[in-house]
């Protein structure tokens, strides 16, 4: 079972909002959740860019994992 966070948290974390709630908490505070949100970033690797927008469709579409990958 995957870990459920709140969706302005998770906005936060992608970069995108998934909410007209989490659109307001992005204007006030546009950088990332947590200890290390407002530190400076590197760039990101081809890997992190692939993961981040599988990430923000999960998100955005709330499907699961095996929807993503289609049939086999």
């Known amino acids: 079972m995957p870990i459920i966070?709140?969706?302005?948290?998770?906005?936060?974390?992608?970069?995108?909002?998934?909410?007209?709630?989490?659109?307001?908490?992005?204007?006030?505070?546009?950088?990332?959740?947590?200890?290390?949100?407002?530190?400076?970033?590197r760039a990101d690797s081809d890997y992190k860019l692939r993961l981040r927008e599988k990430q923000r469709l999960r998100a955005q579409y709330n499907i699961g994992e095996s929807q993503l990958r289609g049939p086999q």
């Open 5 to 41: 966070k709140s969706k302005v948290k998770r906005s936060r974390a992608l970069g995108v909002p998934l909410t007209d709630k989490a659109a307001r908490h992005m204007e006030r505070r546009s950088y990332g959740p947590g200890e290390h949100g407002r530190a400076g970033r």
